[in-house]
């Protein structure tokens, strides 16, 4: 998916700032406010979305919210997400954010989970390992 983006000649930031265990940022606004071209206003807390601005204010509406992906699922509230638990951060905007159409109008917050890896890489070895099985289950036939 991240290769369409760069083919299409748009602006995408990954940060992976959050990799190792530690980290020295208290929610996951103050870790938005480290990336670059995103702003976060102050306020929120307790639950409450603050207002978060990638490409201004829509002309089609007067919401300003980018649209959240949570690994590969679209949400409207990251409030439950932990720095810790962040793997990786990237922040779609211009053009680029036009693949998820309307929604995607004031840009795209991609968030990928430590958890999500993981799974993905267990998924990933033991389809290696199925493979590796059927070859070898192969010649000796």
Known sequence: MLAALLALGGTVCAQEKVKTGKTVYNNVFELLRTEPGVYVAPGGGNGVMPKIYI????TNSENTQPLFVVDGIITDNVTYLLPEDIYSVE????GTASIYGMQGQNGVILFRTKSAVEQEKRISDE???AKKAARQSRRRK
């Open 91 to 94: 922040v779609i905007k211009d």
């Open 55 to 58: 490409r201004g204010v829509s």
């Open 127 to 129: 389809q290696r390992a």
